[in-house]
């Protein structure tokens, strides 16, 4: 069965440090991979998503970029973070095509001081 | 472009009431439906699915008809359980050749005993 592993759970950063997430999916080849911010009380917001190696599309304009240096491995990065990149962050997979479900890691807790 | 409504919450039940969490939405051509349960301080967990007009989409007790006359999918369910409370989004696939699905802002469901 496919799993999906995002790290690190929980993470404290003081503001303009760099930031690195991680995202990966096992059990499934070429996954469509997804990155979402989830700000308190608020729906989801699309911020990437790559339909394969080093493909990928941004949804928003913001300080964040993404990178898939593999197949299964869904990376986000900020080299300088800003108090408002705090949220939780989900990183989700999907099989390709469209009106797919898609299949979400844990997500990660990111509280910038 | 695609939206999703759902209705505004928090919902306060008490065990074993019926539940309805109303979900309508504006999208063009005939996307997906899907609800997506989201437990405190985790990721989202696919709840269920409808792909075409009149499908009902159920599991775990929930159900959930895609009504193209009224661009509806309202989520039901007969007897909550404390364990059902978390908050609940309703999402659709995009148009044709999108990978994007589109979410509600969700709704908080609380069940007490």
């Known amino acids: 069965s496919q799993t999906i592993h995002q790290w690190p759970a929980t993470l404290v950063q003081p503001v303009g440090s760099p930031l690195s997430l991680e995202c990966t999916v096992e059990?499934?080849?070429?996954?469509?991979l997804y990155w979402y911010r989830q700000a308190a009380g608020r729906g989801l917001q699309l911020l990437f998503y790559?339909?394969?190696?080093?493909?990928i599309s941004s949804e928003v304009p913001q300080n964040l970029s993404a990178s898939r240096p593999q197949d299964r491995q869904f990376i986000l990065s900020s080299k300088k973070l800003l108090l408002s990149d705090s949220g939780f962050y989900l990183c989700?997979?999907?099989?390709?095509?469209?009106?797919?479900?898609?299949?979400f890691g844990d997500g990660t807790r990111l509280s910038i001081l | 472009g695609n939206s999703v409504t759902q209705m505004e919450g928090p919902v306060t039940l008490s065990e074993e009431a019926f539940l309805t969490i109303n979900c309508t939405y504006t999208?063009?051509?005939?996307?997906?439906l899907f609800w997506y349960v989201q437990y405190p301080g985790e990721g989202l967990q696919l709840l269920l699915k409808a792909t075409k007009a009149d499908d009902k989409g159920s599991n775990k007790g929930f159900e959930a008809t895609y009504r193209k006359e009224t661009t509806s999918f309202h989520l039901e369910k007969g007897s909550v359980q404390v364990s059902d409370s978390a908050v609940y989004f309703c999402a659709l696939s995009g148009r044709a050749g999108s990978y994007q699905l589109t979410f509600g802002k969700g709704t908080k469901l609380s069940v007490i005993p």
């Open positions: 059990g499934t080849s070429n996954p469509n």
């Open positions: 989700a997979w999907s099989v390709d095509g469209s009106n797919q479900p898609q299949h």
């Open positions: 790559s339909v394969g190696i080093g493909q």
């Open positions: 999208a063009t051509g005939y996307p997906s």
